[in-house]
């Protein structure tokens, strides 16, 4: 059974930093592109990094880009987002996300965590 756990978030001040991971079990890990999106309080989900099985390729939103960091390390089955200079706006539940044919912004990813709460404080 394909199992994604979010882990890392908590609260921080602004231009803090945090380093969320992903665990994977259950699938092959290294087939498979990555990605990380988050949903603040009654908004709607949105993308914010991906990278790519092999870890070569990484795409991000631009509100993040120069702030936040995406990574893994298939042996570990794991993937991280290091988000550093955090800002209130980035408050939001962050979801880690699977997909076999990765398209770095598509939201029809295979699997899904149940999340992680990140507040960012000012």
């Known amino acids: 059974q394909v199992q994604l756990v979010e882990s890392g978030g908590g609260l921080v001040q602004a231009g803090g930093s945090l380093r969320l991971s992903c665990a994977g079990s259950?699938?092959?890990?290294?087939?498979?592109?990555m990605g990380w999106f988050r949903q603040a309080p009654g908004k709607a989900r949105e993308f914010v990094a991906a990278?790519?099985?092999?870890?070569?390729?990484?795409y991000y939103v631009d509100s993040v880009k120069g702030r936040f960091t995406i990574s893994r390390d298939n042996a570990k089955n794991t993937m991280y987002l290091q988000m550093n200079s955090l800002k209130p706006e980035d408050t939001a539940v962050y979801y880690c996300?699977?997909?076999?044919?990765?398209?770095?912004?598509?939201?029809?990813?295979?699997?899904w965590g149940q999340g992680t709460q990140v507040t960012v404080s000012s």
């Open positions: 259950g699938l092959t890990f290294r087939l498979y592109g």
């Open positions: 990278i790519a099985n092999s870890g070569s390729n990484t």
């Open positions: 996300a699977a997909d076999l044919r990765w398209n770095p912004a598509s939201y029809d990813y295979d699997y």
